[in-house]
């Protein structure tokens, strides 16, 4: 059994954040990593992943051709071990994954195949910096509004790899490469944020839930 001074030692910083799509007052409880576990192992969530780390000296040069990795910026090597190390997690941890959409970039496409051994692009998650016109932008904002808020069914999770610059529009969130946001999805009621993990901090959720 864990003592109670380990876990806060370890604790996330994971809470309870209302989010809607009017932006109403968000309110915060703390929500501990066995709870959150649990709650994943029991499905019916919506988690959302920023691309793990990348490679700046790489740019992202000429986009007409998402398949072309060679012009766009990639997955550094930390990112590719990072991917594949919550992927690890997740099989450790016993967490059901169903469906797993990304953005087409290749960096996206690749955290999510290196992690969940799958994936289905989608242009519904791409960078709002693939868009020309502030309407489209507003589009691609709802569009992963509508992704957050889908119900998903008991015993599985839905997975979405994007950007940062997507969730930052939609939900004002801010997240580190490879760091992943958990969404309670509620339907035509919006969405919730029930947690947020780095990606070092996975393993160390393997080890406070499962012993060493």
């Not at 409880?29 to 499905?43: D, E, I």
């Amino acid at each position: 059994m864990l003592k109670r001074s380990s876990l806060l030692g370890l604790a996330l910083y994971i809470i309870f954040l209302t989010v809607s799509n009017a932006g109403h007052a968000q309110t915060e409880t703390t929500l501990s990593w066995l709870q959150l576990v649990k709650a994943l192992k029991q499905g019916g969530y919506v988690i959302f992943f920023r691309h793990t780390a990348t490679d700046w000296t790489q740019k992202d040069t000429y986009l007409g051709n998402l398949e072309n990795c060679e012009t766009q910026r990639n997955l550094s090597e930390k990112g590719r071990e990072d991917a594949k190390a919550i992927g690890q997690a997740f099989r450790a941890l016993g967490i059901p994954i169903g469906q797993v959409f990304a953005s087409p970039y290749c960096r996206t496409r690749e955290t999510a195949k290196l992690a969940f051994g799958r994936v289905e692009p989608t242009f519904d998650l791409v960078s709002p910096s693939y868009v020309k016109s502030e309407t489209e932008k507003e589009q691609l904002k709802d569009k992963l509004r509508n992704l957050l808020s889908t119900v998903v069914p008991a015993g599985t999770n839905t997975i979405l790899v994007a950007h940062g610059f997507s969730i930052r529009g939609a939900t004002e969130l801010t997240l580190a490469e490879g760091e992943a946001a958990v969404f309670k999805p509620l339907g035509k009621d919006g969405f919730k944020l029930v947690g947020r993990i780095l990606p070092e901090e996975w393993a160390k959720l393997v080890k406070a839930t499962t012993g060493p």
